[in-house]
T-cell receptor
Framework: GQQVMQIPQYQHVQEGEDFTTYCNSS?????IQWYKQRPGGHPVFLIQ?????EVKKQKRLTFQFGEAKKNSSLHITATQTTDVGTYFC???????????FGEGTQLTVNP | DSGVTQTPKHLITATGQRVTLRCSPR?????VYWYQQSLDQGLQFLIQ???????AKGNILERFSAQQFPDLHSELNLSSLELGDSALYFC??????????????FGPGTRLTVL
């Protein structure tokens, strides 16, 4: 079945440092979504990438979708304590099908 | 607030028991998804319903079952509970895909503890 792998599992940074998490799918995806889960909270949708090579920005967050539509990354510039949480990527093989989530990257930010 | 509600928030029960978790999707959302999240683990997809019908099945145990009712709320039934079933259970809902755009909205989850 489809697998989505995400690295690293944990990342500790000092406030102000950059952070990147990487996501790789075993199969070509229709789209990839990113979610953030704060400690004690529920996953919250951040963004969806659909096109090959797509890059989207949300303030300090930059999301990329690979040319082959099998990998993706999330980069946070100059982390802040509000960025703390677990970031999940989730891939869909076809639009409307089930999401396959990566294991998540747990980000801690030291002030 | 995502608009997805789940009850109860916490559930403590004993091994061998049966529990029912309830989810009400956002108004207008036809799809409901159930996920299991064990401690410090990712989200394991259990099952999806669309407008009352089962659409997709993940790694859902035979001891678990779900349904979606005509008013679109959904219930997840867990029976013969084991210690390893202790986890957070999330429900999510989504609208029908608008083209290829279809994010999921998660509820606050039900934390199940099996003693």
């Amino acid at each position: 079945g489809q697998q989505v792998m995400q690295i690293p599992q944990y990342q500790h940074v000092q406030e102000g440092e950059d952070f990147t998490t990487y996501c790789n799918s075993s199969t070509t995806l229709s789209n990839i979504q990113w979610y953030k889960q704060r400690p004690g909270g529920h996953p919250v949708f951040l963004i969806q990438l659909v096109k090959s090579g797509e890059v989207k920005k949300q303030k300090r967050l930059t999301f990329q979708f690979g040319e082959a539509k099998k990998n993706s990354s999330l980069h946070i510039t100059a982390t802040q304590t509000t960025d703390v949480g677990t970031y999940f990527c989730a891939g869909q093989r076809t639009s409307g099908s089930r999401l396959t989530f990566g294991e998540g990257t747990q980000l801690t930010v030291n002030p | 607030d995502s608009g997805v509600t789940q009850t109860p928030k916490h559930l403590i029960t004993a091994t061998g028991q049966r529990v029912t978790l309830r989810c009400s999707p956002r108004s207008g959302d036809l799809s409901v998804y159930w996920y299991q999240q064990s401690l410090d683990q990712g989200l394991q997809f259990l099952i999806q319903y669309y407008n009352g019908e089962e659409r997709a099945k993940g790694n859902i145990l035979e001891r678990f079952s779900a349904q979606q009712f005509p008013d679109l709320h959904s219930e997840l039934n867990l029976s013969s509970l084991e210690l390893g079933d202790s986890a957070l259970y999330f429900c999510a809902s989504s609208v029908p895909p608008r083209g290829s755009y279809n994010e999921q909205f998660f509820g606050p989850g039900t934390r199940l503890t099996v003693l």
